[in-house]
């Protein structure tokens, strides 16, 4: 999940001019419709997918923490369904150029143990966040969301307590930026940028992330987490907002089968599964009806060449390879449930934004399949030296039956070996970020709603650039779309950004999600619209039943 970039954001209501002062009275929560009898027992199971790898939010990297963590935590904001920035930890804020911001929190914030919240709580987390000591995957972040001298912290030039966010008083937040960003607030919402306790940190260490030790400021806090079984949060009373919430608890379950998932479901042992199995998606439809949700989803699946080891070092391998997968397919036949063939990166009206389709795409699957064998020769492959590699991927039924397919393409597509390999979830990260692999599976989900959140994960200096991909033009598209004054502008650039992704190949782009669950018919408040699929337990409720 990632990042940022330049003017021409989609939503009026977030370019703050001189001496504007946006404060909303209140945050997303659990809306009861009147008449409904909520059930005596408030409390929900849904399925995780894996279990997580962390429950630091500067240390997370993927949805399998963000889930849980959306529960326990808050930030300065909120972003609801249509990309508008509401008060969480901040009850306002305001800006007279978009490059100075100034927050004020909210009066009497406490921290789930009972401590308050203070302003120098968010100036510790973001130092954190960006301390080259932490490690964080996210330590980029506050560079693309462009706060004053991130980058020189970054390269290790400029102590972290030089980054551009200080506390002007015990409720006030004064964050400077390099350069103006009209979408500011909706960067900072992101899971990475939630305030952590200090204290807690300081006197836990490494174990402040442990049940007893965690203290959270959103509506749920950890009350206990079984490895490899489940975790369960409870309601926090402490939480600003606890008026609103319905919830008395939420267990999240490590389940990387979908069958599993839904077997579990129709047992009424989940409430929410994780997805719906591609096999099993027609036959659930038409026996469940509308316990099948769909909607769309800012996502795009991908294999990962490296590309700073032999053969995939060679452009011609990677394009070779990236022609030689039918998408189609994989969109339609394998995945069946409304995800389209990816040939950029972006999805679609990302942001407003739109992409013209690289050239590949209106060619026949023979016509790509003649163009990558031409491709290979010239690398050296071919009959009598075929080529041969790794692909890895994470432990779940999806990615097997989509890795299945890709290798049976490229073996009778272009003569070439796959062999699969098969890792769970935090194994694989290790994997991926030590290099050790040839092709690896991976996805970005948006951090929000806007290209960049895609485009930037591919930036030579990106802490999330999983193939290691460098290349100088790209880099200064985004950076000339950065400078840019104008959406029409900024679209020409991110064009530009796609079109080098295309014609250099460090990843396969395969499809464009969709969010696919089953919600049982007595859960309320699901939400069907969020374009980041995100599922918040303090917007959900049970009926009686």
């Not at 030039?157 to 960003?181: F, W, Y």
């Not at 890795?403 to 490229?410: D, T």
């Not at 679209?491 to 669950?517: C, G, R, W």
Request: with cysteine; net charge neutral; aromatic share 10%.
């Amino acid at each position: 999940m990632q990042r940022s970039n330049t003017f021409g954001k989609r939503l009026p209501l977030v370019l703050l001019i001189s001496g504007f002062c946006l404060s909303p009275l209140m945050a997303q929560a659990a809306t009861v419709p009147q008449g409904v009898v909520l059930a005596q027992k408030q409390e929900i199971v849904r399925n995780n997918g894996s279990e997580p790898a962390t429950l630091d939010v500067h240390k997370a990297e993927s949805s399998v923490e963000s889930n849980i963590l959306s529960d326990l935590f808050v930030g300065l904001v909120s972003i609801d369904d249509n990309g508008n920035p509401r008060p969480e930890l901040a009850a306002s804020w305001d800006t007279k150029d978009n490059k100075t911001w100034v927050f004020h929190l909210r009066p009497g914030l406490r921290w789930s143990d009972g401590s308050p919240i203070t302003a120098q709580d968010v100036v510790y987390s973001w130092r954190r966040l960006i301390d080259p000591k932490t490690v964080s995957p996210y330590e980029s972040y506050l560079g693309t969301v462009h706060v004053l001298n991130a980058d020189s912290i970054i390269a290790g030039k400029t102590s972290p307590d030089r980054l551009g966010v200080k506390a002007l008083d015990a409720q006030t937040v004064q964050v400077e930026l390099d350069r103006p960003m009209s979408y500011f607030l909706q960067m900072i919402s992101h899971y990475s940028l939630f305030p952590v306790s200090q204290a807690d940190v300081e006197k836990y260490g490494d174990k402040w992330t442990q049940p007893g030790n965690l203290v959270s400021s959103g509506p749920f806090k950890l009350k206990s987490w079984t490895v490899n079984e489940r975790v369960v949060a409870e309601r926090n009373p402490n939480y600003w907002d606890n008026a609103h919430t319905v919830l008395s608890q939420v267990t999240y379950l490590p389940i990387a089968s979908g069958a599993a998932d839904v077997n579990r479901y129709k047992a009424g042992e989940i409430d929410i599964t994780l997805t719906i199995p591609e096999v099993q998606f027609a036959s659930l439809k038409k026996e469940l009806g509308s316990q099948v949700h769909t909607s769309p989803y800012l996502g795009v699946y991908y294999y990962a060449f490296n590309n700073q080891k032999p053969p995939f070092n060679d452009v011609r391998v990677r394009q070779a390879l990236s022609l030689g997968i039918d998408r189609g397919i994989i969109a339609d036949k394998v995945l069946g449930q409304g995800q389209t063939a990816a040939y950029t990166i972006t999805p679609d009206n990302t942001g407003g934004y739109t992409f013209k389709l690289p050239a590949v795409a209106n060619m026949t699957q023979d016509q790509r399949n003649a163009e990558a064998r031409k491709l290979l020769a010239e690398a050296g492959f071919g009959p009598q030296h075929p080529l041969k590699f790794n692909l890895l991927y994470n432990t779940s039924e999806s990615h097997q039956h989509i890795a299945i397919a890709a290798a049976s393409m490229w073996k009778k597509n272009l003569g070439v070996t796959a062999v699969l390999q098969n890792q769970e979830w935090k194994t694989m990260l290790d994997t991926m970020h030590q290099g050790n692999y040839d092709v690896v599976r991976y996805a970005w989900i948006a951090d929000y709603n806007e290209p960049s959140t895609f485009l930037n994960t591919f930036r030579s200096d990106n802490s999330e650039n999983t193939p290691k991909f460098h290349d100088a033009d790209y880099d200064k598209v985004l950076d000339d779309a950065l400078a840019a004054t104008s959406k029409d502008q900024v679209q020409k650039d991110y064009q530009k950004a796609e079109d080098i992704l295309n014609t250099q190949a460090p990843v396969v782009p395969l499809y464009h999600y969709v969010s696919a669950k089953l919600v049982k018919p007595y859960i309320g408040g699901f939400d069907d619209h969020d374009p980041q699929g995100r599922v918040f337990a303090k917007n959900l409720y049970v009926i009686k039943h």
